[in-house]
């Protein structure tokens, strides 16, 4: 009963600010579920299992094994990149950009709406106020002097709920914001580290090893296709 007295002595401006914060709780709610327990995962067991196929030749297990966890934007990422590993260096980078630009998403998507709606019901908030302090001066003008002391004691009344109901709303709202984006970056550094590991794995597979034949290809193609050189230590006849 006293919160509907509250709400009704806000005036239009303080339900407004509370569905503003309803707005809020439902974001913050959402976006907590998504990045606390929804993308969460252990990173380090689960890129070790991958890194471990991978340099064992079984990109395909590799593969099987990203895409039991498609909904975790890591393993999404880790799937799109390992089905390019039997591409050329240049098509493995690609691959890289395009698994963070499908992915990164996932992370940012809604969550700047949430500073948005705490910046929105701080201005609701000091709408209210002015919104009350010109019912206070119109009371002062023109009420009646028996009606004068309701009406300013009524606009006071709206300037103050709407102000403090503003702030109630915008300050919880830009402290999950500030949690929220602190997760968020977190789990977008951890997904740029894991992918770029990933092709760095995949791109040096593709290195030669570093052996006579590769190191000097014409002297060994010379040994092959033709008579050895003389010595430079054999005597001159």
Known sequence: MAFFNFMNNSGVVGWTILLTGIAAIALIVERARTLYFDFGMNVDEFTNKIQTLVLGKKNEEAIIACAQLENKPLARAF???????????ETIFQAQDIAMAETVPMYTKRLHYLSMLANVST?????GTIHGLILSFQAVAQADPAEKQAMLASGIAVSMYTTALGLAVAIPAMVA???????????LEQMTEKCSKLTEILTSSHIPGLNKNTVFPEVSRMNTNGPTPPSVSSKVS
């Open 79 to 89: 799937k799109l990149i390992l089905e390019k590993s039997d591409r050329d260096d």
């Open 177 to 187: 914001f500030s949690f929220l984006t602190s997760r968020q970056n977190e789990l």
């Open 123 to 127: 201005l609701l908030g000091l709408l």
